[in-house]
């Protein structure tokens, strides 16, 4: 399977934005799930990885990315590193990522050919009056239209070759992973978080702090 993420011009609350669109397409069937973001960070990578592959009711072995920082620590292509936190995700849902080589974004032109498709298909004469709104209509349009019309390179409708691809896609564990962001925070030896640059620190230092417990 393969995922990018795309910014679109979307007309939201009666506003011209610049809104990510996220996606995720099946390899074999080219069945397709986008979702929308103000900001695509880890977090809402997790949200929308969860939310595809719950869509897709499984994953396949491999997904294929860019060379983006939401997914790697470092290096790219063949050398890339994952960020250890995104790799850990991806396991609980049973696959791994594998970034193209630098130079050869066509290893993900699945992906790529469909946000024009949303691009061209989708957006065009279409409003919203929030996020959710718009992710609701991009759900129904994923359903009814880019996964239920037939496409020539297939011979029938991605949903009719999804029907042949789901039982050789990785089954999701019974427990699903909690979305999480992980943040860093400064404390002193006694937990407390810092509210001030950080210094050394006495007793009677005049400053307010809040208990940090089971962090």
Not at 31 to 55: G, M, V
Not at 109 to 135: A, K, M, Y
Request: glycine share 6%; proline share 6%; hydrophobic share 40%.
């Amino acid at each position: 399977m393969q995922h990018d993420t795309s910014a679109h011009r979307v007309r939201l609350a009666e506003k011209n934005v610049t809104a990510q669109c996220a996606g995720l397409v099946l390899a074999y069937s080219r069945r397709l799930f986008i979702q929308y973001y103000p900001r695509y960070s880890r977090f809402e990578a997790k949200q929308f990885l969860l939310e595809a592959a719950c869509f897709m009711q499984g994953s396949c072995p491999i997904c294929l990315i860019d060379n983006t920082s939401v997914m790697l620590a470092c290096g790219a292509g063949e050398n890339a590193v994952m960020a250890p936190e995104m790799a850990a995700f991806a396991r609980t849902l049973g696959f791994e990522f594998r970034a193209h080589r630098v130079g050869n974004p066509d290893r993900k032109g699945r992906i790529e050919r469909n946000f024009f498709f949303v691009q061209t298909n989708f957006l065009p004469g279409r409003s919203f009056t929030d996020f959710d709104d718009l992710n609701r209509q991009a759900l129904a349009w994923c359903k009814e239209v880019a996964n239920a019309n037939p496409k020539r390179v297939l011979g029938m409708s991605p949903e009719a070759a999804y029907v042949i691809e789901k039982p050789y896609l990785q089954s999701l564990p019974s427990a699903l992973p909690p979305i999480y962001e992980v943040l860093d925070r400064v404390v002193d030896l006694n937990g407390y978080v810092l509210s001030a640059p950080a210094r050394n620190w006495s007793e009677s230092d005049d400053l307010e702090a809040e208990r940090k417990l089971g962090c």
